[in-house]
C-alpha cells in the first residue's frame, strides 16, 4: 500500500521561472493538504482540498500561489514566476476524512530558487 | 488562534537515556499527532493520538484532552532518535482538519 508520493523530490528553479510541485495521496484519500517548512522555521499550513474542490486556502500568499486537484491525476501546487524567498520545503499530506483524521505525510519536495 | 508550544526547544541526551518532549495547546483539539522529522528532512509519523495513550516500541504518547497537553516518551536513546519532534493539532472548532505546528524539539543524541 503505497504512501503519499510527491516529485519532484528536488527542484531548482531560477527567479521568474514557474514550479509545480505534484502530490499523490494515499490509495482511497480523497483529502489533501500541502504545508510549507520555510528555513529554519515550523510547518505552516497553506491548501486543503478535496477532489476538484479548494475547502481551505487561508494559508496561501495571496500572489502567484494556486492549488488544483483534479478529479483524474494528483495534486498539484503551483508558483508562478518564484523568488528566493520561496525556497522551502512543501510537504503534502492525504487523509481518509475530515476534521480528526489522522494526515499521513509524502516526503516532501525541496525547492531552490536561484 | 490556537496556541502549540513545545518544550524543551532543544535537548541533547547520551544514548540510552530516557526523555519526556511536551506539548501545551490553547483550545480544544480534534485530533493531534505526533511526528519525527530526521536529518534528512523526512516527516515521519509517530502517533495518532487526541486521547489517551499508546506504545510503540521505545516510544510511548500520552494526550490529556481536559488539562491540554500531551508528552512523548524515549526511552533508551539511539543515535537515530535524532532529530526534530514536531506535535499537531486540528483545532476542535475546525472543520477542515488543517494542523497547526508546535516549533518542535531538536534532540542531539550522542554516542
Given at each position: 500500500?503505497?504512501?503519499?508520493?510527491?516529485?519532484?523530490?528536488?527542484?531548482?528553479?531560477?527567479?521568474?521561472?514557474?514550479?509545480?510541485?505534484?502530490?499523490?495521496?494515499?490509495?482511497?484519500?480523497?483529502?489533501?493538504?500541502?504545508?510549507?517548512?520555510?528555513?529554519?522555521?515550523?510547518?505552516?499550513?497553506?491548501?486543503?482540498?478535496?477532489?476538484?474542490?479548494?475547502?481551505?486556502?487561508?494559508?496561501?500568499?495571496?500572489?502567484?500561489?494556486?492549488?488544483?486537484?483534479?478529479?483524474?491525476?494528483?495534486?498539484?501546487?503551483?508558483?508562478?514566476?518564484?523568488?528566493?524567498?520561496?525556497?522551502?520545503?512543501?510537504?503534502c499530506a492525504s487523509s481518509s476524512g475530515i476534521a480528526g483524521y489522522e494526515q499521513y505525510f509524502g516526503p516532501g519536495t525541496r525547492l531552490t530558487v536561484t | 488562534g490556537i496556541q502549540v508550544e513545545q518544550s524543551p526547544p532543544d535537548?541533547?541526551?547520551?544514548?540510552?537515556?530516557?526523555?519526556?518532549?511536551?506539548?501545551?495547546?490553547?483550545?480544544?483539539?480534534?485530533?493531534?499527532?505526533?511526528?519525527?522529522?530526521?536529518?534528512?528532512?523526512?516527516?515521519?509519523?509517530?502517533?495518532?493520538?487526541?486521547?489517551?495513550?499508546?506504545?510503540?516500541?521505545?516510544?510511548?504518547?500520552?494526550?490529556?484532552?481536559?488539562?491540554?497537553?500531551?508528552?512523548?516518551?524515549?526511552?533508551?536513546?539511539?543515535?537515530?532518535?535524532?532529530?526534530?519532534?514536531?506535535?499537531?493539532?486540528?483545532?476542535?472548532?475546525?472543520?477542515?482538519?488543517?494542523?497547526?505546528?508546535?516549533?518542535?524539539?531538536?534532540?542531539?543524541?550522542?554516542?
Amino acid at each position: 500500500n503505497a504512501g503519499v508520493m510527491q516529485n519532484p523530490r528536488h527542484l531548482v528553479r531560477r527567479r521568474g521561472q514557474e514550479a509545480r510541485l505534484r502530490c499523490s495521496p494515499m490509495k482511497g484519500h480523497s483529502h489533501v493538504y500541502w504545508y510549507r517548512q520555510l528555513p529554519e522555521e515550523g510547518l505552516k499550513f497553506m491548501v486543503y482540498l478535496q477532489k476538484e474542490n479548494i475547502i481551505d486556502e487561508s494559508g496561501m500568499p495571496k500572489e502567484r500561489f494556486s492549488a488544483e486537484f483534479p478529479k483524474e491525476g494528483p495534486s498539484i501546487l503551483r508558483i508562478q514566476q518564484v523568488v528566493r524567498g520561496d525556497s522551502a520545503a512543501y510537504f503534502c499530506a492525504s487523509s481518509s476524512g475530515i476534521a480528526g483524521y489522522e494526515q499521513y505525510f509524502g516526503p516532501g519536495t525541496r525547492l531552490t530558487v536561484t | 488562534g490556537i496556541q502549540v508550544e513545545q518544550s524543551p526547544p532543544d535537548l541533547i541526551l547520551q544514548e540510552g537515556a530516557n526523555s519526556t518532549l511536551r506539548c501545551n495547546f490553547s483550545d480544544s483539539v480534534n485530533n493531534l499527532q505526533w511526528f519525527h522529522q530526521n536529518p534528512w528532512g523526512q516527516l515521519i509519523n509517530l502517533f495518532y493520538i487526541p486521547s489517551g495513550t499508546k506504545q510503540n516500541g521505545r516510544l510511548s504518547a500520552t494526550t490529556v484532552a481536559t488539562e491540554r497537553y500531551s508528552l512523548l516518551y524515549i526511552s533508551s536513546s539511539q543515535t537515530t532518535d535524532s532529530g526534530v519532534y514536531f506535535c499537531a493539532v486540528d483545532v476542535g472548532s475546525s472543520n477542515t482538519g488543517k494542523l497547526i505546528f508546535g516549533q518542535g524539539t531538536t534532540l542531539q543524541v550522542k554516542p
